[in-house]
């Protein structure tokens, strides 16, 4: 069985800073991407970045702002999120892909992030 855990959610004002983490454990191998995606009520959750080896890809509102990096050895994925804006208010989500003969998706239960004065 396969757990994807994110932490690092909270209340932050707008210009502030948040590091999200996420971390996989169980029986996962072959992990080949991590990312983070978000999502308000009543809206499609949508891509904030992806990491594939040493490849990276940002959503556009989020692009020069936030950054992802992954721990291969701790089958984590980090986000660090900096100049935070209100409308960056979302549930934040961890996928893992895994890619052994077949794909397979992991997600996790997500961590709400509120930027608010």
């Known amino acids: 069985q396969v757990q994807v855990v994110e932490s690092g959610g909270g209340l932050v004002q707008p210009g502030g800073s948040l590091r999200l983490s996420c971390a996989a454990s169980g029986s996962i191998f072959g992990i080949n991407a991590m990312g983070w995606y978000r999502q308000v009520p009543g809206k499609q959750r949508e891509l904030v970045a992806t990491i594939s080896g040493a490849v990276t890809n940002y959503g556009d509102s989020v692009k020069a702002r936030f950054t992802i990096a992954r721990d291969n050895a701790k089958n984590s994925v980090y986000l660090q999120m900096n100049s935070l804006k209100p409308e960056d208010t979302a549930v934040y989500f961890c996928?893992?892909?895994?890619?052994?003969?077949?794909?397979?998706?992991?997600w996790g239960q997500g961590t709400q992030v509120t930027v608010s004065s």
């Open positions: 996928r893992v892909v895994t890619r052994v003969f077949v794909t397979s998706e992991y």
